[in-house]
């Protein structure tokens, strides 16, 4: 008996560009939560429900943002300075 395979829609990947767009408009958005429909209305141009949603998912996983109930923020900090403090920190 031959097995069916079901074909999935493709997914659709972002681009870098839509990705630095993404990251560029959290970082101007500035300190505070921000919801996905207020980033959406925020992005230069529109970006597929989905693709935000894997673009999202890859800033959480590289810690640049940290998304909560109430929406998301950004955290990535790239100050050398705090890097070293908290490489050489003593944990507590």
């Not at 993404?22 to 500035?30: A, D, F, H």
């Not at 590289?62 to 070293?84: C, M, Q």
Request: proline content about 7%; hydrophobic content about 40%.
């Amino acid at each position: 008996m031959p097995k069916i395979i079901h074909k999935e829609k493709p997914m659709h990947w972002p681009t870098l560009n839509t990705v630095i767009m993404v990251e560029r408009t959290l970082k101007e958005i500035g300190e505070g939560v921000v919801s996905v429909a207020e980033l959406k209305r925020n992005i230069p141009r529109q970006v597929n429900h989905n693709t935000l949603m894997i673009i999202l998912h890859y800033l959480e996983q590289s810690n640049k943002i940290f998304t909560s109930l109430k929406g998301i923020t950004w955290i990535h900090n790239p100050n050398p300075n705090l890097r070293k403090a908290i490489s050489e920190g003593l944990e507590i």
